[in-house]
């Protein structure tokens, strides 16, 4: 292994545009061969060839998933509708639900002080 072809984890930072910190990482967690000499770190340039070309692939299936011609886009948009008006029909059901009991407890006990129930609570915790 020759000397020149061995990088510092900034000039690895610098030219995949990544912090020093996210390539430091990228070596505790094995994505990235590296070799310590004394207390430094230092990286193949073969790695770097090789994180970069992934890193590239990374951001190409990004970019795809999030433009708007991407495959299955449309579908998930439906399913997410989908998922929402399901919610809110739920969340409205409920709620009718919430407002009959109301109702019926209004009927059977009248109206309720909330703030005097609570008072007295809190005096019977004391």
């Known amino acids: 292994m020759a000397e020149e072809s061995l990088l510092t984890v900034r000039e690895v930072a610098r030219r995949c545009r990544r912090s020093e910190e996210t390539v430091r990482r990228w070596i505790w967690s094995g994505k990235l061969a590296a070799k310590k000499l004394g207390n430094q770190l230092f990286i193949e340039a073969s790695e770097l060839v090789r994180i970069q070309a992934a890193l590239r692939v990374s951001e190409q299936k990004i970019a795809y998933r999030t433009s708007t011609g991407g495959r299955g886009h449309k579908r998930r ?40 129930l609570l008072r007295q609570v809190r005096e019977e915790d004391d």
């Open 77 to 116: 948009q439906a399913v997410r509708l989908e998922q929402m008006t399901y919610d809110r029909e739920q969340k409205l059901r409920e709620l009718e639900e919430d407002i009959e009991f109301a109702e019926m407890l209004h009927r059977k006990y009248g109206p309720v002080d909330v703030t005097e």
